[in-house]
C-alpha cells in the first residue's frame, strides 16, 4: 500500500497503479491509516496491471470509500480500453523542476533525478507538451479530529469483523505479541474505533484535498502531472548505516489519495532501475493507465532485470513448508527501547556486504 507499491516497482523495474481512494476495495487489508492506505496490483507492463483491476476494482459494501466513491461507476466496463498508444498525443504534462533537480535527502545527487528528466523526451515523442507547474502544490485539507480514536486501529478492527476466527482480536495482542519481531515488538494503550462521523469528516478532508490539487493542474492547464519514483540510486533502506533511497519527491499520492502510475523507464548513470511516476486528477485512474501505456510503446522495454532477484531455479519435487498459525497470547510487557544507546554499551559487531557496513539481524 501507498510507499510499499511505488518503492518496490521501482526498485525492481515493476508497474503499479496506485488508484484513486475508493476506486477498489480496502476491506482485507490491514492499514497503518486508515481511509488512507490503498493496495493495488504490481506487474510487469500496463496491460498486465489493467487486467488485474477488471478482477479488483468496484464498490464493496464493507469498505465505505468505495461506497462514497460510487467506484462502480467510476471506473471503465474493461481497463484495457484504455490502453491506447496515442493517449499522449495533444496532451499538456506538467512536472515540478525541483522534484528532479533537488539533492537527495543525504545531500549526495547521483543524477537519478536528471535521467528520469531526460526521459522527458520520450513525452514529447509520444505526443505531449511538456509543462513546468508554477504557483505552489497545494497542501491537504485537514481531517477533523477524532478526539484521540485511532485511525489504525479502526482498520485492524474492521478486518478482525470479518475475520473473528483469528488469533488476535486487537493492536495491542500483535504489537506485544512474543511472535513479532523483536524490534517492534511495543505494548500500546487500546483505542476506540472511529465513529460514523469521524469516517464521513475523513473522507470529506480527503475529497476536498483531491479538488485543491485538481485546482492547480486546472489553472496550469494540464491533463497530468509526472514525478520520479526515486531521486537516487536503490540502496537499503536501512537509516543511518547505510545511504537511504530518496524517495522524497513531493509526490502527493497518499496524502491526496490521486491515482498514480509508476513505469520503469530505464536506468541512471550507475545501471539503477529508474521509474516515472504519473499522477492525474481524482478518478482519472484510466487516463493515467493509458498515458502510461503509450509511454511505454514509446520507450520500448524500460524494464530492468534486476541482478537483485535473479530468476528462480523450479523444483518439482518440492513441497511448501506447514505454516504455523500462531495461537492467542497474553500482551507482553515490553520496556521501552531507548533512543540512544546506554553509555558504556558495547555495539554490536557489523558484517561487511559489498560496500556497506551491515548491522546482524536481531
Partial sequence: TGVSLFAPSTGASLVTLRGTDGISSGAGVMPLTYLQDFEGPIARTT????????????????????VA??????????????????????????????SFTGSPSYGQDDGTGAAVKARFADLV????????????????????????????EEGWQAY????????????????????????????????????????AGIIDARTQSKARYKQWMDDNGVDAVVYPGFRSDVYDNDGAQTLSSDRNSNYPTSSFGLPT??????????????????VGAAFDDAKVLGFGYALEQQIGNGRLTPKTAPALEYDATATPQEIEIPKPEDPVTVPPTPDKPTE???????????????LPAP
Fill in 160 to 199: 478482525w469483523d470479518r475475520h473473528p476466527e483469528g488469533p488476535f482480536s486487537t493492536a495491542a495482542g500483535i504489537l506485544s505479541s512474543p511472535k513479532n519481531l523483536p524490534y517492534n515488538r511495543r505494548t500500546v494503550a487500546a483505542a476506540p474505533r472511529l465513529t460514523k462521523e469521524d469516517i
Fill in 47 to 66: 496491460s498486465d496491471v489493467a487486467m488485474m483491476l477488471n478482477a479488483t476494482t468496484g464498490t464493496d459494501p464493507d469498505d465505505p470509500a468505495t
Fill in 69 to 98: 466513491a460510487d467506484a462502480d461507476n467510476k471506473r471503465p466496463d474493461d481497463w484495457k480500453t484504455s490502453l491506447d498508444k496515442n493517449a499522449l498525443k495533444g496532451k499538456k504534462i506538467g512536472y515540478v523542476e525541483a
Fill in 344 to 358: 558504556n554499551a558495547t555495539p554490536p559487531a557489523t558484517v561487511t556486504v559489498g560496500s556497506y557496513n551491515v
Fill in 261 to 278: 502510475l509508476v513505469l520503469p523507464v530505464g536506468a541512471n548513470a550507475h545501471g539503477d532501475p529508474i521509474s516515472i511516476q504519473i
Fill in 125 to 152: 515523442a509520444a505526443g505531449a507538451t511538456m509543462v513546468e507547474m508554477t504557483g505552489a502544490q497545494p497542501s491537504t485539507v485537514a481531517a477533523p479530529s477524532t478526539g484521540g480514536r485511532s485511525r489504525t
